[in-house]
T-cell receptor, first 118, second 117 residues
Framework: GAVVSQHPSWVICKSGTSVKIECRSL??????MFWYRQFPKQSLMLMAT?????????EQGVEKDKFLINHASLTLSTLTVTSAHPEDSSFYIC??????????????FGPGTRLTVL | AQKITQTQPGMFVQEKEAVTLDCTYD???????LFWYKQPSSGEMIFLIY??????QNATEGRYSLNFQKARKSANLVISASQLGDSAMYFC??????????????FGAGTQVVVTP
């Protein structure tokens, strides 16, 4: 199956700093990537949908100025958590799909990035 | 409104036994897809099985099978011959077909499965 990587796998930062998380599709071109957030023992919450070459679409309640998403190429999307605070500590997961439509084009998930803000 | 409901927050199952994980969904669309994912403690989401709304036969993938009951809007996952490595969180998800494209994934709350020797 298709492989999606994320970097870093974990990061610890001080409050007020910005953190960038990369999501790469390794063996396919991803026209669309998704960013999810997951708190412990909870389900995945979609934060935003990222389309290559255009602005990301954010879900209701997600601050676009705080969670900056850039999908500069067909294989790379980045999520930058700006001025991170302890409440931003979470598990961030990206996913990608290479087929524009069709129900069985399942999303391929990255391994996730665990962010801890001190 | 909750679109995907997983009523079992956690369950224990003995090795080599079968286990059924419940999933009900809510949609008014005729065209949709149902998915099951496994998330071990490492955090990665592993795709297990898919069922399309128009598929007449239940999906099967190795030890995984999906018991699809469309009228009841139910898509239960059955894991046969459980193994210790099956211990993980399991998520049911759905995508609905909108007018000309597929919608985003909607996930259930998940079921934590612990397989005991």
């Amino acid at each position: 199956g298709a492989v999606v990587s994320q970097h870093p796998s974990w990061v610890i930062c001080k409050s007020g700093t910005s953190v960038k998380i990369e999501c790469r599709s390794l063996d396919f071109q991803a026209t669309t990537m998704f960013w999810y957030r997951q708190f412990p023992k909870q389900s995945l919450m979609l934060m935003a949908t990222s389309n290559e070459g255009s602005k990301a679409t954010y879900e209701q309640g997600v601050e676009k100025d705080k969670f900056l998403i850039n999908h500069a190429s067909l294989t790379l999307s980045t999520l930058t958590v700006t001025s991170a605070h302890p409440e931003d500590s979470s598990f961030y997961i990206c996913s990608a799909r290479d087929v524009p439509s069709g129900s069985k084009d399942t999303q391929y998930f990255g391994p996730g990035t665990r962010l801890t803000v001190l | 409104a909750q679109k995907i409901t997983q009523t079992q927050p956690g369950m224990f199952v003995q090795e080599k036994e079968a286990v059924t994980l419940d999933c009900t969904y809510d949609t008014s669309d005729q065209s949709y897809g149902l998915f099951w994912y496994k998330q071990p403690s490492s955090g990665e989401m592993i795709f297990l099985i898919y069922q399309g709304s128009y598929d007449e036969q239940n999906a099967t993938e190795g030890r995984y099978s999906l018991n699809f009951q469309k009228a009841r809007k139910s898509a239960n996952l059955v894991i046969s011959a459980s193994q210790l490595g099956d211990s993980a969180m399991y998520f049911c998800a759905m995508r609905e077909r909108t007018t000309d494209s597929w919608g985003k994934f909607q996930f259930g709350a998940g079921t934590q499965v612990v397989v005991t020797p």
